[in-house]
């Protein structure tokens, strides 16, 4: 997006930036609690809902970021492409030099705001596959992460709604796998892209790995389909405006701290011969002042993929000598915290097409994006009602493949895609030339076989993390990526496209050899911020890992993990509908923990 439409976005949205104030701040020190919930984000929102649900149970959620509420450009759907980077809603984080990428260092998207990810996210809904779960389930020991036991985690999270223009949905959703009696808004597209025909029609001329899928939220994720997208009329559906609507943030028992960030847990002495942390100290943004809050029961680690391993290590608990390196005096030698890190590479390629009736304007228009806004505003009707893509594609590479020669199959089973297509009505991922309409195609790595780290910095609490998501370090996973950009070509060649597609543009237009289509991706891919694994699971009593299945941390007591970071693989899917169920069975292991 052009700096004109980026500065007529904020100056929409800071005009409610007043409503970013503590909803409950508590300004004394030595707060006691039953829980603490650090991080209002995907998973600490759904913590500090269903722990409230009993009225017993005092629960402190710590969010560092500002409100949401009310926030214009976190409520239009199609602006999700900028929610992030370089805006109050960002931690505004980058990574170390990529090798995977040609040494770049990148933007590394995370929520700094009420809901976390899921307030700045493309809103996609996708569950994951049943072996993504069932894999979750073998390597930690515990079915009661599988995907069948799973499945009443997906209902209580599913309020499956019409879209806005309530059109028939059944050749686009199966209705009987999703609910319509959970907390968060689920539905599809509300406005008809101009090239929907076309996409459905090449699924049905290509078949094979193009075949139509009615629903990838089944188990099985291949082939391709309608975006599902957290939406709730004409506006995102997070897990603040669904688990903290107004009715929830009023109870009596939940009190929320805004602009509040967490720079460790405090050692408050043994349990059970366990060390035990169940102090947790703060900063407030609105004054600097460093503030402390104690748990009775449990501190609950939400703070996300980059946040969790962070606190963690500043606790003192981690791989003893790379905090003795940073000046970090070890407690709990713990050496996984902030290993294990594997995150979606996103790659967006744009093809310049024979039509004028594309989304681009918006994206380089002052006048047109006011225009779409108001009538947004007034209507809750109109392109913006949708996230940036209207389809995708779940895709294997073949089983033949060489690279599996080589490289075992990191994917989870055979109903699990190793990339991902989503196909969009203009250039909303990279900035499009000032002239011309174009279609997007981005690729994603999704089961990639790299991984990366969260490091210390510094002993300084508050400096931000080393970010080292090792994106697209490994042969398997730039192989992946070409195969992608390969099979995006090949889905335009259906007879559909005809005459409308004209040619690639930023340079694919010249990578006609594997090695050049290399050296484009290496140039230009990024991420979709999907980073897991930095405390991940592992069975109970294991020596590797950083939680047990129960997702309590291991060797200490009064500390359990319950975010994207306990996952030990990345599903094949965008990860937020995981991190919610994952919330939604941690909170009733919690419970039955504490009856």
């Not at 779940?394 to 020669?405: A, G, M, S, V, Y």
């Not at 690729?443 to 993390?465: C, E, Y």
């Not at 200490?556 to 319950?562: E, K, M, S, T, Y």
């Amino acid at each position: 997006m052009s700096t004109l439409i980026r500065t007529l976005v904020l100056a929409l949205a800071f005009n409610h930036l007043s409503l970013a104030a503590p909803a409950t701040n508590s300004n004394n020190n030595n707060h006691t609690f039953d829980f603490i919930v650090v991080g209002g984000g995907t998973a600490g929102a759904v913590l500090a809902n269903r722990l409230t649900e009993n009225p017993n149970y005092k629960v402190l959620l710590i969010e560092a970021g500002p409100n949401d509420e009310g926030v214009l450009q976190l409520e239009i759907p199609f602006l999700c492409h900028e929610d992030t980077p370089n805006t109050p809603w960002d931690w505004n984080y980058t990574t170390i030099a990529q090798t995977g990428l040609g040494g770049r260092s990148i933007p590394y998207p995370r929520g700094h705001v009420l809901g976390g990810s899921s307030s700045v996210n493309y809103l996609i809904y996708t569950r994951g596959t049943k072996d993504d779960f069932d894999r979750y389930a073998h390597v930690t020991g515990d079915q009661g992460w599988s995907w069948n036991n799973m499945q009443q985690y997906f209902r209580k999270n599913e309020n499956f709604t019409a879209p806005v223009d309530h059109h028939d949905v059944s050749k686009q959703v199966d209705l009987k796998i999703h609910s319509t009696t959970g907390m968060n808004s689920v539905s599809v597209s509300g406005f008809p892209t101009p090239i929907d025909g076309r996409i459905i029609n090449a699924t049905g001329q290509l078949k094979g790995d193009f075949k139509f899928n009615l629903d990838i939220n089944g188990g099985n994720g291949l082939g391709f389909g309608w975006v599902q997208t957290t939406t709730n009329g004409p506006r995102r559906s997070s897990s603040s405006t669904s688990y903290l609507a107004p009715k929830f943030r009023q109870r009596p028992n939940l009190h929320i701290v805004l602009g509040a960030q967490v720079s460790r847990l405090l050692h408050t002495g043994t349990d059970k011969g366990l060390p035990e942390f169940r102090s947790v100290e703060y900063r407030l943004e609105s004054d600097g002042s460093i503030q402390h809050a104690t748990a009775t029961r449990e501190v609950i680690l939400s703070a996300g993929t980059v946040g969790t391993p962070q606190i963690l290590l500043n606790s003192g608990i981690g791989n003893s000598a790379d905090l003795k390196t940073v000046g970090i005096t070890p407690i709990v030698d713990l050496a996984d915290v902030g290993e294990n890190m594997s995150d979606h590479a996103l790659l967006g390629n744009g093809f310049l097409v024979n039509s004028t009736n594309t989304f681009d304007d918006f994206t380089r228009n002052a006048t047109a994006a006011a225009q779409d806004i108001a009538f947004w505003q007034k209507t809750g009707t109109g392109f913006l009602v949708d996230t940036i893509a209207s389809h995708l594609g779940f895709i294997r590479l073949p089983k033949k493949d060489p690279i599996f020669k080589t490289t075992e199959d990191p994917s989870a089973g055979p109903l699990s895609a190793h990339y991902e297509l989503l196909v969009a009505n203009s250039l909303a991922l990279v900035k499009p030339p000032p002239t011309g309409n174009f279609l997007g195609i981005a690729n994603v790595v999704l089961t990639p076989s790299s991984r990366g780290s969260i490091k210390l910095r510094s002993n300084n609490f508050f400096d931000t993390p080393l970010i080292d998501p090792a994106l697209l370090k490994t042969d398997f996973d730039k192989v992946t990526m070409r195969a992608a950009v390969k099979s995006s070509l090949k889905f335009l060649t259906a007879p559909s496209w005809a005459g409308y597609v004209i040619s690639p543009v930023n340079g694919l237009e010249n990578a006609t050899t594997d090695a050049q289509i290399d050296a484009y991706v290496q140039k230009n891919t990024a991420t979709i911020f999907h980073p897991v694994g930095t405390a991940s699971m592992s069975p109970k009593g294991a020596k590797n890992g950083v939680v047990d299945p129960d997702l309590k941390v291991k060797k200490i007591a009064g500390v359990r993990v319950v975010d994207a970071s306990v996952l030990p693989f990345i599903p094949s899917a965008h990860t937020q509908v995981p991190v919610y169920v994952i919330a939604e069975r941690a909170s009733d292991l919690i419970k039955a923990a504490n009856h």
